[in-house]
């Protein structure tokens, strides 16, 4: 008489991993951005839709599939003479450009990418990236693992706020609320001030210009050309525009505004994902710096945050002196990896090299 096996019991076979590439942005983006880690559910197709329309360039997609459907989803955009064959993965150089790859995979389906990779440019770019980073640490190694040259360069060091220890600590203290309510009594002076926060809903009807009115205002626009600045129409102001068209992401971008008699003077703008918020850009009006409008801002913004379950605030790299007054500690390093294919481009990357390394902010 025969027992019947369990399932158990059979012989657990590793997954068979598929990749092919796709002209354009491929619809498989969105689902697995959906079942990545939640710090990168942002990397949705309207997110390198938007890039691409802000910044050009035409797209081509790396997918890998295995039984359950696509698991990794690479957008990749030509750059430079198209005998150089090189590429680099588009998107905003806030808060990282990555790619989303669904939570939990396992080596051998980076294998499959790197091969793919391998048909697809001798040359990629992949960055500015968290080290830790899950997509780019195994396409890395993967592509090691192959002969890949891979170089990195320092970027800078990011900066991280351990909002739920903060709050066993007794954050804010007593005495920094005191000091925020001298100030604003001082700020008050220049007229009704209105303290607000706005969706990506909101931002859309209006608010990302009110945003841009502060950048105006601001020391980017006197003491630069403005190309940096976030939300006007000479910086970046069309990525941001375009990627709130998707409603996911419409949903996790946040504003906190303080107006003055209705006149926008400080902003601070993140990207919230699950318990975690990016700061992406802060500014104010020079006219009311003396006041600290863009830190009062920002401490009210840190409290409605800790109210709505943001356990972890992600500053990003710069400006580190205030954001250790408020309690951030230094986290991961962010690099830009160059991954050059076994070959003749190689041997000129490892000349290359120290260049590469130069040219980075280290």
């Known amino acids: 008489m025969t027992k019947p096996m369990l399932l158990a019991e059979f012989v657990q076979l590793p997954p068979v991993y598929r990749a092919r590439l796709v002209d354009g942005l491929a619809s498989a983006i969105d689902p697995v951005a959906s079942r990545a880690r939640a710090s990168h559910q942002f990397l949705r197709y309207q997110w390198f839709a938007a890039a691409i329309a802000a910044y050009g360039g035409a797209a081509r997609t790396l997918v890998v599939e295995d039984a359950t459907g696509p698991v990794i989803a690479m957008p990749l955009l030509g750059v430079g003479p198209r005998a150089l064959g090189a590429a680099t993965v588009p998107g905003c150089y806030w808060p990282f450009r990555s790619f989303p790859k669904v939570a939990g995979l396992d080596a051998t389906a980076f294998e499959a990418l790197a091969d793919a990779l391998a048909r697809a440019a001798n040359v990629v770019r992949l960055g500015p990236v968290y080290d830790g980073d899950p997509a780019a640490t195994g396409l890395v190694k993967a592509a090691q693992r192959r002969g890949w040259t891979v170089i990195d360069r320092f970027i800078a060091d990011s900066y991280l706020l351990d909002m ?29 001030l209105d303290w607000r926060f706005l969706d ?35 910086g970046h ?19 906190a505004l303080l107006t003055i008699d209705g006149a926008p003077a400080a902003f601070s703008f993140d990207l919230n994902v699950g318990a975690l918020k990016y700061a992406i850009a802060n500014s104010y009006d020079p006219a009311v710096g003396k006041h600290s409008p863009g830190k009062l801002l920002y401490y009210r913004n840190l409290i409605a945050a800790m109210a709505d379950g943001i356990t972890k605030v992600d500053w990003g790299a710069g400006d580190s002196g205030y954001k250790q007054v408020i309690g951030a500690a230094k986290g991961p390093a962010i690099r830009d990896w160059l991954l050059v294919r076994p070959g003749a481009a190689a041997l000129a990357a490892r000349a290359l090299s120290g260049w590469w390394r130069r040219s980075g902010q280290g």
């Open 237 to 255: 102001g069309a990525f941001w525009r375009t990627a709130a068209q998707d409603p996911v992401l419409a949903q996790m971008l946040h504003a």
């Open 164 to 192: 739920a220890a903060e709050a066993q600590n007794g954050w804010p203290r007593n005495s920094t609320l005191r000091k925020n309510r001298f100030h604003e009594k001082h700020l008050a002076e220049h007229g009704a």
């Open 200 to 234: 990506g809903t909101a931002l859309a009807e209006g608010g990302f210009d009110m945003l841009a009115a502060v950048e105006e205002k601001s020391w980017i626009a006197a003491r630069t050309d403005g190309r940096d600045a976030k939300f006007t129409a000479t």
